[in-house]
C-alpha cells in the first residue's frame, strides 16, 4: 500500500527558513509528477511547487524566489526548502505524488509567527 510520510514542519519566526520533506513507499514506481500543496484555516488547499520525473519545476508566484523544489527519484522523496517565510505561509503542507492516480500525505504543519 502507497504511503506517504511528511516531515519537518514547525514553528519558525517571520524571515527564517524551513525544510519539508516527503519520502513515498510502498512498491509506488513511474512516478510522473511530485509536489507540495497547503491549506491554511478557513481555505481552500493551494497548490505551492511541483517538480517532474525530468526535473522540470513550477512554483505558485507568490513563493517564487523563496521556495525551492526538489526531488530524488532514486529514494521517491521530494523536499521543499522555504527562505524568507512570511507569516502568510502558514499552513498545513501536503506533499502528493502522481503516477496512475494521485496519491496525498497527511499533512505537515508550518506556522509563521514571532
Known amino acids: 500500500q502507497v504511503q506517504l510520510v511528511e516531515s519537518g514542519g514547525g514553528l519558525v519566526q517571520p524571515g527564517g527558513s524551513l525544510r519539508v520533506s516527503c519520502a513515498a513507499s510502498?512498491?509506488?514506481?513511474?512516478?510522473?509528477?511530485m509536489g507540495w500543496y497547503r491549506q491554511a484555516p478557513g481555505k481552500q488547499r493551494d497548490f505551492v511547487a511541483s517538480?517532474?520525473?525530468?526535473?522540470?519545476?513550477n512554483y505558485e508566484d507568490s513563493v517564487k524566489g523563496r521556495f525551492t523544489i526538489s526531488r530524488d527519484n532514486a529514494k521517491n522523496t521530494v523536499d521543499l526548502q522555504m527562505n524568507s517565510l512570511k507569516p502568510e505561509d502558514t499552513a498545513v503542507y501536503y506533499c502528493?505524488?502522481?503516477?496512475?492516480?494521485?496519491?496525498w500525505g497527511q499533512g505537515t504543519q508550518v506556522t509563521v509567527s514571532s
Open positions: 502528493y505524488v502522481v503516477t496512475y492516480r494521485t496519491y
Open positions: 510502498g512498491g509506488i514506481n513511474r512516478i510522473i509528477n
Open positions: 517538480i517532474t520525473s525530468g526535473g522540470s519545476t
